[in-house]
T-cell receptor, first 117, second 114 residues
Framework: GAVVSQHPSRVICKSGTSVKIECRSL??????MFWYRQFPKQSLMLMAT?????????EQGVEKDKFLINHASLTLSTLTVTSAHPEDSSFYIC?????????????FGPGTRLTVT | DQQVKQNSPSLSVQEGRISILNCDYT??????FLWYKKYPAEGPTFLIS?????DKNEDGRFTVFLNKSAKHLSLHIVPSQPGDSAVYFC?????????????FGKGTKLTVNP
């Protein structure tokens, strides 16, 4: 159990366009979902935490208008990178948790490689 | 400001030998630590954890040691197997306002040679 999927696995988009990444918990209800970004040879950096039905909590330095997060149901959260630029190219990973913000109960998706040309 | 540090980007070990992956942290408020394993094109998977009230936790071939005074933890894998080849992330729990989040290190790529 505790499988998390992400779609797409990789995406290439042109500068100025928007791209949506989906994160789904396949066999459990995720009260909390997290979005991370990882640059090459760097650690996973938490971007935002989202609870179903409420607004996401963004980490310092993450633009909420640029990275739109929607946690519409207990099994789906989406991250939309708006007006993407080459510097947004990165590896985006989501995780899902059954608990309310229990960091150590996170199950990670396989990640999405975003390349902005 | 990297609060969780994994200073060795890579480690190569012979099959059957011990692998020791190290992790240092700077924030004394961290009270729970985890190790994750990540294969290419997959998300990190939880491996083993340790609470700050303990100095050792063992699970099969994996043992995590915590030295609070030195703000250092290590993951020991013995005996190492080729299937252990992966990137290992050290993470700490940061608690704030009733919620918790993971703070990750940069990872260490372990290669176990047959």
């Amino acid at each position: 159990g505790a499988v998390v999927s992400q779609h797409p696995s990789r995406v290439i988009c042109k500068s100025g366009t928007s791209v949506k990444i989906e994160c789904r918990s396949l066999d459990f209800q995720a009260t909390t979902m997290f979005w991370y970004r990882q640059f090459p040879k760097q650690s996973l950096m938490l971007m935002a935490t989202s609870n179903e039905g409420s607004k996401a909590t963004y980490e310092q330095g993450v633009e909420k208008d640029k990275f739109l997060i929607n946690h519409a149901s207990l099994t789906l959260s989406t991250l939309t990178v708006t007006s993407a630029h080459p510097e947004d190219s990165s590896f985006y990973i989501c995780s899902a948790s059954r608990g309310q913000g229990k960091g150590y109960e996170q199950y990670f998706g396989p990640g999405t490689r975003l390349t902005v040309t | 400001d990297q609060q969780v540090k994994q200073n060795s980007p890579s480690l190569s070990v012979q099959e059957g030998r011990i692998s020791i992956l190290n992790c240092d942290y700077t924030n004394s408020m961290f009270d729970y630590f985890l190790w994750y394993k990540k294969y290419p094109a997959e998300g990190p998977t939880f491996l083993i954890s340790i609470s700050s009230i303990k100095d050792k936790n063992e699970d099969g071939r994996f043992t995590v040691f915590l030295n609070k005074s030195a703000k250092h933890l290590s993951l020991h894998i013995v005996p190492s197997q080729p299937g252990d080849s992966a990137v290992y992330f050290c993470a700490a729990i940061w608690r704030q306002g009733g919620s918790e989040k993971l703070v990750f290190g940069k990872g260490t790529k372990l290669t176990v040679n047959p």
